[in-house]
């Protein structure tokens, strides 16, 4: 008896090792799981505290960006008047906006981060005539050669075919080179000119627009007073001499009758295109606002087309995006 106990008890005893080393196992795969585990839900805890964070911030920031349009659309309607100076040459509150919204008390000091930027200071780049682009090109002094190719490039993007131009680009060019392809169709966006082949590296702010309107010519740039048909480089620097000293441009009869007949002759000539593509006063303002929240910020931007409409300021169109 005490020797088959002595076996049995030899027999049973590699067993219960194996089980207890197997228990034991078990238990630390369970308690890694549980450690996993409860990383994961750190982790997803950690992100989604982090978007309700983002979205809060967010939120805040658009409001922020809301209450800056808000502050500048009443400065706007408090101190519009089209009156002209006791002397009559100043330029009128509308065209001078820019100006009156920044000496304002309720925006000096205000800490706002917003433009004012009057529409037709630049060239729209999707309504602008081939002929229009290389003049602008051309007083841009890129050369006569870059500026056809300019031209063509911007007019093959915009046109709904896959013609090239005879110095331009079409789908197949950009394809070639990894490159988005061209829209075939009006662009959507000032970034999107930026795409046009030879346009990557121009600085193209007060020269091309997406924005339609006619041509300030309270506003332009001589690039873009070059690029009108008819405008001589007398008529140009007459133009730019008046914005500089803040006097009002004047109508086309008017800057007709203070240059050479030779100018003169120039602007009748062209004066039916002419009377259509430009405008002594902005065709519309671009209000655009932006404000931040949080850290690292999040930055919500509201922009506003505004207009005149009658005896006040409409806005005409409200865009929005993170």
């Known amino acids: 008896m005490t020797v088959r106990a002595g076996i049995r008890r030899s027999l049973q005893a590699p067993v219960h ?5 197997f228990a034991l196992l078990t238990v630390l795969w369970v308690l890694v799981g549980l450690a996993a585990l409860g990383a994961a839900v750190s982790v997803a805890g950690g992100r989604a505290l982090h978007a309700a964070r983002n979205r809060v911030n967010l939120t805040r920031a658009a409001w922020l960006a809301e209450g800056c349009g808000a502050s500048v659309r009443a400065v706007i309607g408090r101190g519009f008047t089209a009156a002209r100076d006791q002397e009559g040459r100043g330029i009128s ?4 906006l820019d100006r009156h919204v920044a000496l304002s008390p309720l925006i000096v000091g205000a800490n706002l981060d917003y433009a004012l930027v009057p529409a037709g200071r630049a060239v729209n780049v999707n309504s602008a005539t081939p002929s229009q682009l290389r003049r602008l090109f051309g007083a841009m002094r890129l050369g006569a050669l870059i500026a056809d190719s300019l031209a063509d490039a911007v007019v093959d993007w ?18 070639q080179r990894g490159r988005l392809t061209p829209r075939n169709g009006p662009f959507a966006n000032v970034r999107e ?4 082949r030879g346009l990557e590296h121009l600085d193209l702010v007060g020269f091309l627009d997406v ?14 007073l070059y690029s009108l048909p008819g405008f001589t480089r007398e008529v140009v620097e007459l133009v730019a001499a008046r914005q500089q000293r803040g006097r009002e441009v004047g109508s086309l009869q008017e800057i007709g009758a203070a240059v050479s007949s030779a100018s003169r002759d120039s602007i009748m000539a062209n004066f039916v295109p002419l009377s259509q593509a430009v405008t002594t006063e902005p065709d519309a303002w671009v209000l655009t606002c932006r404000a931040s929240s949080g850290s690292p910020p999040v930055t919500a931007t509201v922009e506003l087309r505004l207009a005149l409409a009658g005896s006040r300021v409409a806005v005409v169109r409200w865009r929005s995006w993170p």
């Open 193 to 196: 000119i930026g795409r046009v």
């Open 211 to 224: 924005e339609p309107a006619r041509i300030s010519l309270q506003h332009a740039s001589r690039p873009v």
């Open 93 to 96: 509150h509308w065209a001078g």
């Open 158 to 175: 915009r046109d709904s075919d896959e013609i090239e131009g005879r110095f331009g680009a079409e789908g197949r060019w950009y394809e």
């Open 17 to 21: 090792a194996d089980s207890s080393g």
